[in-house]
């Protein structure tokens, strides 16, 4: 990604801020009940939190599954994060998959509303690798 580090330190805080935000639109858009929606939304909150955890220790994907090899490889087996919060990553990728292709999946609020509070664990601990300079080594 050939990034200088002020352009890195800025591209992990804008993915983390999009993070935030798109977990706050995953909120409204469940209150409406709007369950596919939601799950790509909350599946995303997490996803542009991992992406930054990637750029800040320099690591790079180009697909969607790359950066749940990288967590994994990276974070989840050295324990950086706990194998549950891996899970539930891997599991909102496969729910927004799920979602946005497969035409007879249905998603509802049972399906939706337990992963919110893992899902905005995730970004808290992404978020706290990230500000304690926690090492991939």
Same mark, same amino acid.
């Given at each position: 990604m050939g990034l200088t580090d002020d352009e890195r330190k800025a591209v992990v805080l804008l993915r983390l801020? $999009? *993070? #935030?935000?798109?977990? !706050?639109?995953?909120? /409204? /858009? %469940? $209150? =409406? +009940?709007?369950? +596919?929606? *939601? %799950? =790509? #939304?909350?599946?995303? *909150?997490?996803?542009? *939190?991992?992406? %930054?955890?990637?750029? +800040?220790?320099?690591? !790079?994907? +180009?697909k969607h599954s790359g950066i749940i090899r990288l967590l994994g490889l990276h974070f989840v087996s050295k324990n950086l994060i706990s194998n549950e919060l891996g899970d539930v990553y891997y599991k909102l990728f496969a729910l927004r998959q799920k979602g946005d292709y497969d035409d007879w999946i249905v998603v509802n609020e049972s399906d939706i509303m337990p992963l919110f509070f893992p899902a905005e664990k995730f970004i808290n601990e992404v978020e706290n690798l990230i500000n304690n300079n926690k090492t991939k080594q």
């Open positions: 801020d $999009n *993070a #935030r935000q798109t977990l !706050e639109d995953a909120k /409204i /858009i %469940a $209150n =409406n +009940k709007l369950w +596919k929606a *939601a %799950a =790509n #939304r909350l599946y995303y *909150a997490c996803f542009y *939190a991992a992406s %930054a955890l990637m750029v +800040k220790f320099g690591f !790079e994907a +180009k």
